[in-house]
């Protein structure tokens, strides 16, 4: 049983370091929970567009459960149930699914749907946007859909120096929500350097579970010789965590999926092993990395909390709709 560190105290033992939080966010949770629910109430198959989230761990669960994983809408049958992604979509593909007379259920988490509400007002009110994040990620299609005339894609703070706009262009920024704080506020703080002019968002794009993991993994990796990052290689925020972790002081950090993936020599003259994992991760894979290590040699982690999480977002209305009226509870 693991035992809590408190913040900045030097781990009792100090072997492992389990951040805390990590893992699920109430957004994966709510996508993943959907899925399973649709297959409950409805029965197999129940295509999904795209990963409902992106751990291949989970896609792979509920494909064995009935899911059918999709790319584009012309691959599901018409007038069967299709479930969107966590990541969010455009209103084309939404008029896609009407035109194909499809039964939609939108998993959008609602802090990818706030974005999408902040780039419709900013275009009605005549900005340009600019949109912090990484080309051909779902999340950033699905947000630049909203307003595709409006929209200029920012991917790294150095595509700073590039943009030119017309004297007096009203300006805007908006981000994808998973991405590095740290490199955020960097794009930023260029971007106002150059154009003075730049306004705000109401409130911070970037998630609170993906800060929330930054901050943790930033704690255990300054006294961690490894950091272990458990997440899928298209999980953008598993994949900001190495790049964090090394940041903050980890002498080596690498992501993995599961336990098949940890190559031994990385344990080589290791004293203290860093474990957190991404926001779309299902914690027995973590707990099976933490086998991994008592059986090298490391003992069970000790716990370092940085921050309590107990949000909980309502399922999609169109399935709380099918349960209540099937007489099924739900959360």
């Not at 007096?168 to 740290?182: A, E, I």
Request: charged share 25%; net charge negative.
């Amino acid at each position: 049983m693991s035992s809590q560190v408190s913040l900045g105290m030097p781990p009792v033992g100090g072997s492992v370091l389990l951040a805390d939080p990590r893992g699920y966010c109430a957004g994966v949770d709510r996508a993943v929970i959907t899925v399973e629910k649709a297959l409950d109430l409805y029965g197999a198959p129940v295509y999904v567009r795209k990963q409902i989230v992106h751990n291949k761990h989970v896609v792979n669960n509920l494909a064995a459960r009935g899911a059918i994983f999709v790319e584009e809408l012309d691959e599901v049958p018409e007038g069967a149930t299709v479930v969107f992604s966590a990541h969010g979509v455009s209103p084309m593909v939404h008029a896609e699914a009407a035109e194909r007379q499809l039964k939609t259920i939108d998993a959008t988490c609602p802090l990818v749907t706030k974005v999408h509400h902040e780039a419709r007002r900013f275009a009605s009110d005549g900005y340009r946007i600019l949109l912090i994040g990484h080309e051909g990620h779902e999340e950033v299609e699905g947000t630049a859909g909203e307003a595709p005339d409006h929209i200029t894609l920012v991917q790294t703070p150095d595509d700073v120096d590039g943009l030119e706009f017309p004297p007096g262009t009203r300006l805007s920024w908006l981000s994808q929500t998973t991405l590095s704080v740290d490199e955020t506020m960097e794009t930023v703080s260029r971007l106002r350097a150059k154009f003075p002019q730049l306004e705000d968002p109401p409130s911070d794009d970037i998630c609170y579970a993906t800060q929330n993991r930054q901050v943790a993994v930033k704690e255990i990796a300054k006294n961690a010789d490894l950091v272990i990052v458990v997440g899928s290689a298209n999980s953008s925020n598993s994949v900001r965590l190495v790049e964090v972790a090394l940041e903050a002081g980890a002498k080596a950090s690498y992501r993995i999926d599961d336990i098949s993936e940890i190559d031994e020599a990385w344990l080589d003259g290791v004293q203290t092993v860093g474990v957190t994992s991404g926001a779309s991760v299902p914690d027995d894979l973590v707990q099976q990395v933490l086998g991994y290590l008592a059986d090298h040699g490391h003992p069970d982690a000790d716990a370092v909390r940085t921050a309590d999480e107990s949000l909980i977002f309502a399922l999609p209305p169109e399935l709380r709709k099918d349960m209540k009226a099937a007489g099924v509870a739900y959360k």
